[in-house]
């Protein structure tokens, strides 16, 4: 063998293989695969490889995932070890030349299992009022000269995290009182306990417009009172000076004002100043005859915008914020359980009513049926329409059984993204604050660290 391999080195290679060492990072492996040793020469010669003095190839690359390319190189199938981060494994596999559709069904959940995109949309949502982290505005607020921008900022980080400073939390108590108030007056307004009569009595033609509608006869012969209607100016004037506030301190005013809360509320107060003023010029008899049913339909709807300010209180909650993300990355999901339950109601809603058919006491029309398929598919169950025959009964029980499928998977998605999204919001948040408390006391920090080892 020793004269053959002298003599017939050719012969001797094919016969056996020679081996050649490969060093990670210290660690050392041995092949005898030319699959892998063309790959090391050609990476040798793009400068991610080097070739060593004794033949042996030298790689600054991390050792944990090249028994797995080895076994691939070797004929062997590639699989993933489960105890790798997937941003690394995918790395690994574009550095190693190994192409995505060699990974195996086993491996796909260790290949894609990452949590980029839940941390992503944290980050996102942390820095979408002006771009900037709490932490490194906090530090902005100690680090800024100008007097201004230092005052500016102060407002700015205490109006964006409340719940971080005295200044956000006392602001953030004064304008969830006044939220409080404004919502209140609204609710005890649609009694007619705590409204006055207008001036003068109502006349017959009075009756004879609204009195079809008890609702709107009260709304159309009474007003609110004069200590409510102060009560509800005052916590408006102070909830527009907060909304005003954010928008003069906002770094990207532009932003601010596309977006649908800050809309929204600015909508409700300036609607708020038109009714509370429109209700005191509507007070005689002869204003309310020649007033529109239609606009005071429409301007009490508007007035019920209102309640949308008990979102500015919610959003300061970071679980809150959490759930408001968790519901947008679920968009896909709530669109197919909707799609999904809407066709399922309109055919059972059609088969009830064709069950129902020779019943005429049941399911006038098929928009009923559907109305019914609806509310047993989503177990509510108001009992309205019920079925009355065999035939409905056994649509009945097919509607409730499919309700419960349908309400169970899509359900369980939406938890899963929540659940992901939350834990992940903690993780971030343990880790800022360790960030941060190195930052500001590095000395305490290393203590704290080395009492604990």
Known sequence: MFCCSIYFPEIYTWCYPVMFEVNLRGTKFFSSSTAVQHLLENLSKKSR?????????????????????????????????????????????EFWMIPMKEIPVCCYETLHDDKQTEYKTIILDEGSSEGKHPFTLERAVYSSTCSLTNIRSKLLHALNSPLKSWLGKIWLFIVAVFTAVSITVFLLESSALYRVQRSGQPTNKTYELFGHNKKLLKIMTTKTSFEMAFAELLSNTVLMFDLLLRFSISHKKKQFCKKPQNILEFMTEMIIYGFSIAEYMVDD???????????????????????????????????????????????????????????????????????????????????????WAFVTMTTVGYGDFYPKTTSGYLVGVLTSTCGLILLAMPIAMISSNFSKIYDCYNFRKIHLKKVDLKNRTPLLYHSMESDSL
């Open 49 to 93: 490889a080097e070739i060593l003095a004794d033949g042996s190839y030298y790689l600054d690359r991390n050792p944990l995932i090249f028994h797995h390319i080895l076994d691939f190189y070797c004929g062997g199938e590639f699989h993933l070890p489960r105890n790798i981060c997937p941003v690394q494994a995918q790395k690994e596999m």
């Open 285 to 371: 008899d002869e204003a309310v005859e020649n007033f529109s049913y239609e606009m005071s339909l429409w301007l009490q709807v508007l007035y019920s915008l209102r309640v949308i300010r008990i979102f500015r209180i919610i959003d300061t909650s970071s679980e809150m914020k959490m759930l408001k993300l968790s519901l947008l990355k679920s968009r896909n999901e709530i669109c197919l359980f909707i799609t999904v339950l809407t066709s399922f109601a309109f055919i059972f809603g059609s088969c009830v009513y064709w069950a129902e058919f020779l019943n005429p006491d049941t399911y006038p029309n098929i928009f009923i049926g559907i109305w």
